[in-house]
Nanobody, 125 residues
Framework: QVQLVQSGGGLVQAGGSLRLSCAASGRTFSTYAMGWFRQAPGKEREFVAA???????????DYADSVKGRFTISRDNAKNTVYLQMNSPKPEDTAVYYCAAGIQMVREEWKYDYWGQGTQVTVSS
């Protein structure tokens, strides 16, 4: 069982920066791929970014086209934490953001087993 606790959301101006954190319980964090998803009002939840579980020395990452080049996903296995660095956010990035843990680094939300509680990110213009 993995519990995910998110922090770091809030209000940010367009063009600014914000970092979301997701802390996991348990000693198996490094074996999980981690993903970030978001859900805007009136829309379905969508994939944002994902990072693979611990490889030999390299992590693999994947990004939605809408955030590629602006957002960065990273993980610190010593702290059992995954991050989403949001640079140059836009008003259309406003949503509730969720972190998730799963066996595979995929874009399909139904393949993730554990979810954080969600955190609101509001980008003002």
């Amino acid at each position: 069982q993995v519990q995910l606790v998110q922090s770091g959301g809030g209000l940010v101006q367009a063009g600014g920066s914000l970092r979301l954190s997701c802390a996991a319980s348990g000693r198996t964090f490094s074996t999980y791929a981690m993903g970030w998803f978001r859900q805007a009002p009136g829309k379905e939840r969508e994939f944002v970014a994902a990072i693979s579980s611990t490889g030999i020395s390299v992590y693999y990452t994947d990004y939605a086209d809408s955030v590629k080049g602006r957002f960065t996903i990273s993980r610190d296995n010593a702290k059992n934490t995954v991050y989403l660095q949001m640079n140059s956010p836009k008003p259309e990035d406003t949503a509730v953001y969720y972190c998730a843990a799963g066996i595979q680094m995929v874009r399909e939300e139904w393949k993730y087993d554990y979810w954080g509680q969600g955190t609101q990110v509001t980008v003002s213009s």
